[in-house]
Nanobody
Framework: QVQLVESGGGLVQTGGSLRLSCAGA????????MGWMRQVPGKEREFVAV????????YYGDSVKGRFTISRDNAKNTVYLQMNSLKPEDTAVYYC?????????????????WGQGTQVTVSS
């Protein structure tokens, strides 16, 4: 089992940048594929990005491709989401998530563990 805590959210203007961090606690953090999802009230959770256990493979949702970068530091049990060129439509609660077995997935329902979320607000 792994516990996840996100940080780094906040208010930013259109075109700005933020870096989210997700600290993991528990055994075998490096064995999990790690993802970022986001959710707006009244809508389903949306896949943002995922990174393999080694960091060698990444995959992004179409709406963030080219603007966001996911990375991880297994020595620090931390995964990051660098968000550049932010748009008002990126406003959401962002969740860090982990999937056992290292499966890379863009389906939120396949993730086993979730953080509490961090709010990102992009003003126009």
């Amino acid at each position: 089992q792994v516990q996840l805590v996100e940080s780094g959210g906040g208010l930013v203007q259109t075109g700005g940048s933020l870096r989210l961090s997700c600290a993991g606690a528990g055994r075998s953090f490096s064995s999990y594929a790690m993802g970022w999802m986001r959710q707006v009230p009244g809508k389903e959770r949306e896949f943002v990005a995922v990174i393999s256990w080694s960091g060698g493979s990444t995959y992004y949702g179409d709406s963030v491709k080219g603007r966001f970068t996911i990375s991880r530091d297994n020595a620090k049990n931390t995964v990051y989401l660098q968000m550049n060129s932010l748009k008002p439509e990126d406003t959401a609660v962002y969740y860090c998530s982990a999937v056992e077995g290292g499966v890379i997935s863009s389906t939120p329902d396949q993730y086993d563990y979730w953080g509490q979320g961090t709010q990102v607000t992009v003003s126009s």
